[in-house]
């Protein structure tokens, strides 16, 4: 079992940077893929980024390519997404979602999820 904790959502201008955190509790920390999805209003939940087990892979959607990077700090149990270059069409709730061994791009593949923080970028 994994319990998930995003935070550092908010409200930034097009063009700034937010950066969001996601601390896991539970054990084996590193038996896990950890995955940031975020979701639209009147759109269905979306692949953001993703981070292998090891930390040395990263997969990420194309419309945040360039922009955003994941990350992992094994020590505080915590992943992070930094946002740079943000966008309107990026406004949504982001959810942090754990699933066990192998990375996953799809939503249904994960089985554990955070609660989700807010991300609004006006234009």
């Known amino acids: 079992q994994v319990q998930l904790v995003e935070s550092g959502g908010g409200l930034v201008q097009a063009g700034g940077s937010l950066r969001l955190s996601c601390v896991a509790s539970?054990?084996?920390?590193?038996?896990?893929?950890m995955g940031w999805f975020r979701q639209a209003p009147g759109k269905e939940r979306e692949f953001v980024a993703v981070i292998t087990r090891s930390g040395k892979n990263t997969t990420y959607a194309d419309s945040v390519k360039d922009r955003f990077t994941i990350s992992r700090e094994y020590a505080k149990n915590m992943i992070y997404l930094q946002m740079n270059s943000l966008r309107p069409e990026d406004t949504a709730v982001y959810y942090c979602a754990a699933r066990a061994l192998v990375a996953a791009s799809r939503a249904e593949a994960y089985a554990y999820w955070g609660q989700g923080t807010q991300v609004t970028v006006s234009s």
């Open positions: 539970g054990r084996n920390f590193d038996a896990y893929a």
